[in-house]
């Protein structure tokens, strides 16, 4: 498929392209602003305010290792060493990682799908407005220090009613109900974009790897988070009006918050790591310039991993006193979890080898992943082994593990996906030579950071304490780690230098700058609102590099938002659908929602008086009419009124 | 970008009723979240149960009027719900707008009905675990039956309101497809509630 | 240097798991290996010809997998072994150790059939060579974990479970353990000093243990005495043979025996203990016991009586 297209009849296309133009822009101004319901635009704004929150939780790192560089340090005293580290773990995983990995599918999924629009649009920029303000509540209560202090787990009776004074613990399991209404609209929409939006022919084998990563991580985001939001509610409610679900002296169970949160805390980071891992068959391909190897390989690992992750759970309670039989099931499961993850690996490096390298900063994360996400993996099955695991669970090892594949795993391909898609998004290319600076300094600087953890594990030293005592040769490791953050620091540092350089002076991206294959590449950088016109029909995987030459589809009103809704396994075509127009209402209920939640952790009753106002914004929502006024009938009108 | 074949989607009708619809795919989301939510309350029950000797611990079981009566209403529900589903997927306005009110005045009556449910079930949600997993349970379910009564009210009148168009009607088909989630989860959760305890 | 690692074992157990360690250490070294030399030859030896075909790549990712996998069920099995290993210490004939952890110090009882002979400590666990040991765990507030990395591996300590630890140690020495699963503010404070001796000098120990208080000889001691019975720190300190009974905090019977203070916080002395009586908060924010507002002399006659025995 060409750059730009070269069409036979330039006139009626362009005229076409000016129509759909206005049709689908977004409405101006700062009411524009929040109405937006563009899922480019959307994507854009969870990729942005993800990275804000990585910048500040990484900050909180940075606090976290000057007062641990030297023994019996006081830079910062115990209370708010406890708040640093329940800060930064509650803002990676829950206002980063996921947002981040579900803002690349808000973005990219409906592209790569060849659909105009993402579904339920507003539904999404609901999702968008409930993870600002959740993450919004969080901060602004740790700086007014009622941040919460026990951890990203919030164990009980730690954060219960007799241990958690003040409104700390009720401000973390509130924002948990924030961050997890969010993920679950956002999962609903990508779920129903990829079953029923797909380009006409794109059937399920057709579907770029990185759609079917976004589309496990969905589902497994229906199943996962449901988990924590019944944990933090029940956590709220022993609390708040005194119930006894974790109080064992009425029969409750400090464990079973365990098992509780760690059957969504286990999924929760294959919900981050699946995304990075379609990221990976991604790059790799586009950077080899073949098709990945092992198409039907990778996809069912993605799925095999996603129902695998559910079994795991009760290795983070293997120290619990759990019967020995028990565990040794999820010693077996947790290990096996191995082999669908290998066998990416395995077919990564088939496709490397077939192809011919690119040597550019994407494929160089690809490539680190290798050396960083396998030394991660390889400490996951140790601590897989239930006697190896009672040694070094809770200490500086299992720091090391979880950094090692989180960041090895998710993040250094999702700095290339991000580098590899900003042209697509942005318009403008990244600029190769900051690329490479910044990826050495982040590949030695988390090495020197986290390596070093593993023997800190090793010689006793515990997770989550604000100082160690002198003497058991913990000093010059901890040091260590912490000249490997100042480099990971300036690391981050000179990746945001690069894209602000690159948004302001960045060489203008062609359509397709990297010669890669799948259709989100078939359009403009960046693509006008309305993605594709004509929508093309697709007739094999990589339709960029087979199809040149594609069939496409005329007959979709440019007056209207129309997207082409097909079948669901094979994408044959079905009908024509409205898509929902801008809206203010998402917003309002947003805020109405937020206020709920807020006020809930102070009385109950703020659920009943609060869903009033939450009601108001959701009839707005719905109003009916509030689609583009129909030009012509929509559907069979059946009558105006009744009676 | 001109192809030298084109494929002409004029055509298409814009409503698919059913599993062409993407509201019908949204919902299934929806169910199996809730679904979820259900299971693990479900699991939570159980596991508080394993951790006693006796049960209900200290406390008789929940008396069974109430919850038997529930049950034989909400299943009996199902007969005006699938009406009023039918008569929308064949666009009959008069059926659908009247199956639709039926149904909401028999969902006030079963929330009348879980009112009492509430005050009958021996046991607070402040008094042990028990009595907390139990007030969870149904309050989890009777937030599902108020959330539907609400939205059914609001579809309700956009439908009286009008237009009265395919898309309206297909809200109507999906409103009844989570009505009949509400009552297959009520079912794990009557038992669990009024027959575990009896069969020790 | 050595005293919490888990690579200088001192016990039976710890000694299982640290071979087991070094088993899964060159074994997952050795898949490193492979899988990053496989990589760079990809790298290196890329579409020469091609690279491999479609059947080869095939047969190369198949043996991969297979490799993967058989190298896993070796692991859980070694694994297995040593699991079984672990749990093999139970046995009729051992010393029984009650051990409760509360927010921030450990509470140890040594147990005896007849309650007079039960011995009560905190902070300091003193073991016998070779003689296996069972303590239950249990937790007055909060989830703590018992943790000695020369002896084992850690157990959770979690209220409303009764949680129990085998252990037996096998060199004499002195180590260190640190309560492993956060506990609130001073969780980082929460050591444990293990000293394990030969038989005999054990039994003297515990003999000594049983010993009633420090001895009231010197006037000052005596005055000390009065403060303890009389003042704030009978409400939370027991030290038999005198009208303290307190149960909330440490037993303070053979205080001055102990090599730490405010668990592990501070070497025993009577500066430090000076300090420590002065102003807890200081030295561990947060801790439980209140700053008592004693006089310089008050607190030097406390010292004076409980740094009595040495």
New interface residues.
């Given amino acids: 498929m060409s750059a730009d297209p070269q069409p036979a009849q330039p006139t009626a296309l362009d005229r076409e392209r000016t129509e759909l133009g206005a049709t689908w822009a977004e409405t101006p101004g700062w009411m524009g602003w929040l109405s937006a319901v563009d899922h480019k635009t959307i994507g854009r704004r969870f990729i942005l305010t993800a990275i804000a929150f990585f910048a500040l939780g990484g900050l909180l790192a940075v606090l976290m290792r000057l007062q641990l560089a030297r023994p019996e340090q006081r830079l910062v005293d115990a209370d708010l060493y406890n708040q640093l580290f329940t800060m930064h773990g509650s803002t990676m995983m829950f206002l980063f990682a996921v947002p981040v990995m579900e803002g690349l599918g808000i973005a990219m999924v409906p592209l790569m799908v060849g659909a105009r629009a993402i579904a339920f649009p507003r539904l999404v920029a609901f999702g968008y407005w409930m993870f600002l303000f959740g993450g919004l509540f969080l901060w602004i209560s740790f700086a007014l220090n009622i941040g919460p202090d026990n951890g990203w787990f919030s164990y009980v009776p730690l954060a219960g009613p007799a241990y958690g004074a003040g409104k700390r613990a009720d401000v973390w399991a509130q924002m948990i109900t924030f961050t997890e209404l969010s993920g679950l609209v956002v999962a609903t929409s990508i779920i129903v974009t990829i079953f029923k939006y797909r380009a006409p022919g794109m059937s399920l084998d057709r579907m770029p790897i990185f759609a079917w990563s976004e589309l496990v991580t969905a589902g497994m985001i229906l199943i996962a988070m449901p988990a924590v939001m019944v944990a933090s509610t029940a956590l709220i409610l022993d609390r708040l009006i005194a119930t006894h679900f974790f109080n064992q002296a009425e029969g409750g169970d400090p464990l079973l918050w365990q098992h509780l949160f760690w059957f969504f805390g286990h999924p929760e980071v294959y919900i981050i790591f699946l995304p990075a891992q379609g990221m990976m068959s991604t790059l790799i391909q586009t950077f080899t310039g073949r098709p990945i190897y092992g198409y039907i390989a990778l996809v069912l690992s993605l799925v095999s991993t996603g129902f695998i992750a559910f079994g795991l759970w009760v290795h983070h309670m293997f120290a619990t006193g759990l019967p020995q039989v028990g565990e040794s099931f999820f010693t077996a499961a947790s290990m096996m979890i191995a082999i669908p993850s290998g066998l990416q690996i395995f077919c990564w490096i088939a496709s490397i080898w077939r192809g011919r390298i690119q040597w550019k900063t994407p494929m160089l994360y690809a490539l680190a992943y290798f050396f960083v996400f396998l030394v991660g993996g390889l400490t996951g099955v140790m601590l897989a082994a239930v006697s190896l695991d009672l040694q070094v669970h809770d200490t500086f090892f299992v720091v090391a593990h979880f950094h090692y594949v989180l960041i090895g795993g998710s993040i250094f391909p999702l700095f290339g996906a991000l580098h590899y898609w900003f042209p697509k998004l942005t318009g403008r290319m990244l600029s190769e030579r900051l690329g490479v600076i910044a990826f050495t300094l982040l590949f030695i600087g988390f090495n020197l950071t986290f390596f070093p953890m593993h023997q800190l594990g090793l010689l006793g030293m515990p997770r989550r304490v604000y100082t160690y005592p002198a003497g058991l040769g913990w000093e010059g490791l901890n040091l260590l780690a912490t000249a490997g953050g100042a480099l990971m620091a300036l690391a981050v540092i000179t990746y945001a230098i690069n894209v602000v350089w690159a948004l302001r002076r960045g060489t203008h991206a062609a359509a397709n700058p990297w010669n890669a294959g799948t259709l989100e590449w078939a359009t403009a950088s960046p693509p006008p609102a309305y993605n594709f016109h004509p929508v093309l029909v697709v007739r094999g995987r990589d339709s960029v590099w087979t199809d040149p030459d594609p069939i496409t589809v005329i007959g979709l009103s440019c007056a209207r938002r129309e997207v082409l809704i097909t079948r669901v396994v094979d994408a044959n075509l079905d009908h024509r659908f409205e898509s929902p127009t801008p809206s203010i209402w998402p917003f309002i209920t947003a805020i109405a929602t937020s206020i709920l939640f807020i006020g809930s952790i102070f009385t109950p009753w703020a659920v009943v008086w609060g869903s009033i106002p939450v009601a108001i914004g959701l009839i707005g929502w719905f109003w009916p009419g509030s689609k583009s006024a129909p030009q012509e009938p929509t559907g069979a009108v059946i009558r105006e009124r009744l009676a | 970008m001109n192809g030298s074949r084109t494929l002409d989607v004029a055509h298409l009708p814009d409503i698919g009723f059913g599993d062409r619809s993407p509201l019908r795919w949204g919902m299934l989301a929806m169910i199996a979240i809730e679904g979820a939510g259900f299971a693990l309350l479900a699991a939570t029950y159980l596991y508080l149960r394993s951790r006693v000797p006796h049960w209900p611990p200290g406390v008789p079981p929940p008396s069974l009027l109430y919850g038997t009566l529930n049950l034989g209403m909400i299943l009996l529900s199902a007969v005006p719900n699938e009406i009023t589903k039918r008569a929308s997927r064949r666009m009959d306005s008069a059926i659908a707008v009247s199956g639709l009110a039926i149904c909401i005045v028999w969902a006030l009556v079963l929330c009348a009905i879980r009112f009492l449910e509430f005050g009958a079930l021996n046991v607070n949600y402040d008094t042990n675990a028990y009595g907390s997993i139990v007030w969870f349970l149904l309050g989890y379910h009777t937030t599902h039956l108020i959330t539907d009564v609400a939205d059914s009210m609001v579809l309700l009148w956009f439908a009286l309101r009008g237009p009265l168009d395919g898309h309206r009607m297909v809200d109507i088909t999906e409103n009844a497809v989570y009505w009949y989630f509400v009552i297959a989860a009520w079912i794990p959760v009557y038992l669990l509630i009024y027959v575990a305890p009896r069969i020790v | 240097?050595?005293?919490?690692?888990?690579?200088a074992p001192a016990g039976l157990q710890?000694a299982?798991?640290e071979r087991?360690?070094w088993i899964?250490?060159i074994v997952?070294s050795l898949?490193?290996v492979a899988?990053?030399v496989?990589?760079v030859?990809?790298?290196v030896?890329?579409?020469r010809d091609?690279?491999?075909s479609d059947r080869a790549?095939f047969r190369?990712?198949a043996a991969?997998?297979i490799a993967?996998?058989v190298t896993?069920i070796g692991?859980?099995t070694?694994?297995?072994f040593?699991?079984r290993k672990?749990?093999s210490l139970e046995t009729d004939d051992r010393m029984v150790v009650n051990i409760t952890g509360r927010q921030w110090w450990w509470d140890i009882e040594y147990q005896h059939p007849l309650p007079s002979m039960r011995v009560r400590t905190a902070n300091e666990l003193r073991l016998p060579v070779g003689r296996v040991v069972q303590i239950n765990l249990q937790s007055a507030?909060?989830?703590h974990?018992f943790?000695v990395?020369a002896l084992?591996?850690?157990?959770?300590v979690?209220?409303?479970?009764a949680?129990?630890i085998w252990l037996k140690a096998d060199t004499p020495g002195r180590y260190?353990g640190?309560?492993?699963?956060?506990?609130?503010?001073?969780?980082?404070h929460m050591?444990l000093t293990v000293i394990v001796e030969p038989q005999d000098k054990f039994a003297e120990w515990i003999a000594a243990q049983r010993q009633l208080g420090p001895s009231d000889a010197s006037e000052q001691a005596a005055r000390g005495r009065q403060i303890v019975e009389r003042g704030p720190c009978s409400t939370c300190h027991t030290v038999r043979g005198t009208d303290a009974g307190g149960r909330v905090g440490p037993d303070l019977t053979h205080v001055s025996a102990r090599q730490t203070i405010a668990a592990?916080t501070l070497p025993t002395s009577r500066e430090n203990l000076r300090k420590w009586i002065d102003n807890p908060q200081h030295v561990k924010?947060?801790v439980r016991m209140p700053a008592l507002g004693l006089s310089r002399d008050d607190i030097d006659a406390v010292v004076a009586y409980l740094g009595g025995t040495q």
């Avoid at chain 3, 979690?158 to 479970?161: A, E, R």
């Fill in positions: 240097m050595n005293m919490q690692s888990m690579l710890a299982a798991i087991l360690w899964f250490l997952t898949v490193f899988v990053i496989a990589l030859a990809a790298i030896r890329r579409n091609g690279g491999p790549a190369g990712v991969a997998v993967t996998a896993l692991l859980i070694v694994d297995a040593t699991a672990l749990a507030d909060v989830i974990s943790w990395p084992h591996g850690k157990r959770d979690i209220p409303g479970h949680n129990e260190r640190q309560c492993a699963e956060f506990c609130g503010l001073q969780h980082a050591a592990g924010p947060g």
